[in-house]
C-alpha cells in the first residue's frame, strides 16, 4: 500500500477556496481511481483515469470536481469553490491492468483529508 | 442497481473468540467480490478476493470467506481474534469489464475486548 502516494494527507480549506488532491501511483501501475469516503460511510467511487484518458467519471458529482492524469506526473484531483459537504477522506487506488485480474486488485494511498471550514 | 450491505456497523469481540463479519450483494451475475481492512487514518489493505471456483477462499492474516450464491452472501470469518484486528472492513464487490470501479458496503467497524 505504501507505493501510491497521495499528497497533502490532511488539507483545511476554507469555503469558496480550491483543494488539489495529489496521487501518484504504484511503479509500473496505469491506471488510477478516486474514492471518497464521507464520514461514517464506506468507499464511493469517483472516477477511473489512465494516462492523459477519463475512462469512467460517473461517480464524479457534476459541477466543481475535475481530474486529470498527464502523461507525466501524478493525477489530481481539482474540487472548485469547496463547500462544507465535500470534507472528506479522498483515496487514490492504483492497479496494473483494468482487465479481471485488474478488477479489485487495487492499491490504495493512505488518503487524503480534506476539512472545509 | 448494484449494492452491497453490510447489516452490522459496529461488533465487538473477545479476544481468542472466533468471528463472522457478514456481506450481502445485489447483482445480476457473479461479481467478483472482496473483503477490505482500514486501520484508523490509514488507507485499505486487500484481505482476500473472489473471482471463480472454490467458494472458501483463503486471506491474509488467517481470515477466510465463502462464497454463497444461493444467498448473495460472502462473509468473513476468522476462528481465533487478535487484538491487532481492531479496524473497519469494508466487503465490495466488482464488476465485470469494469476494472477497479468497486461498490463498497458501509464496513462494519470490529472492537476486540481483553
Known amino acids: 500500500n505504501a507505493g501510491v502516494m497521495q499528497n497533502p494527507r490532511h488539507l483545511v480549506r476554507r469555503r469558496g477556496q480550491e483543494a488539489r488532491l495529489r496521487c501518484s501511483p504504484m511503479?509500473?501501475?496505469?491506471?488510477v481511481y478516486w474514492y471518497r469516503q464521507l464520514p461514517e460511510e464506506g468507499l464511493k467511487f469517483m472516477v477511473y483515469?489512465?494516462?492523459?484518458?477519463?475512462?469512467?467519471e460517473s461517480g464524479m458529482p457534476k459541477e466543481r470536481f475535475s481530474a486529470e492524469f498527464p502523461k507525466e506526473g501524478p493525477s489530481i484531483l481539482r474540487i472548485q469553490q469547496v463547500v462544507r459537504g465535500d470534507s472528506a477522506a479522498y483515496f487514490c487506488a492504483s492497479s496494473p491492468s483494468s482487465g479481471r485480474l485488474g478488477a479489485g486488485e487495487l492499491f490504495f494511498g493512505e488518503g487524503s483529508r480534506l476539512t472545509v471550514l | 442497481a448494484q449494492s452491497v450491505t453490510q447489516p452490522d456497523i459496529h461488533i465487538t469481540v473477545s479476544e481468542g473468540a472466533s468471528l463472522e463479519l457478514r456481506c450481502n450483494y445485489s447483482y445480476g451475475a457473479t461479481p467478483y467480490l472482496f473483503w477490505y481492512v482500514q486501520s484508523p487514518g490509514q488507507g485499505l489493505q486487500l484481505l482476500l478476493k473472489y473471482f471463480s471456483g472454490d467458494t472458501l477462499v483463503q486471506g491474509i492474516k488467517g481470515f477466510e470467506a465463502e462464497f454463497k450464491r444461493s444467498q448473495s452472501s460472502f462473509n468473513l470469518r476468522k476462528p481465533s481474534v487478535h487484538w491487532s484486528d481492531a479496524a473497519e472492513y469494508f466487503c465490495?464487490?466488482?464488476?465485470?469489464?469494469?476494472?477497479?470501479?468497486?461498490?463498497f458496503g458501509q464496513g462494519t467497524e470490529l472492537s476486540v475486548k481483553p
Open positions: 511503479k509500473g501501475h496505469s491506471h
Open positions: 465490495a464487490v466488482g464488476l465485470y469489464n469494469q476494472g477497479g470501479k468497486l461498490i
Open positions: 483515469l489512465q494516462k492523459e484518458n477519463i475512462i469512467d
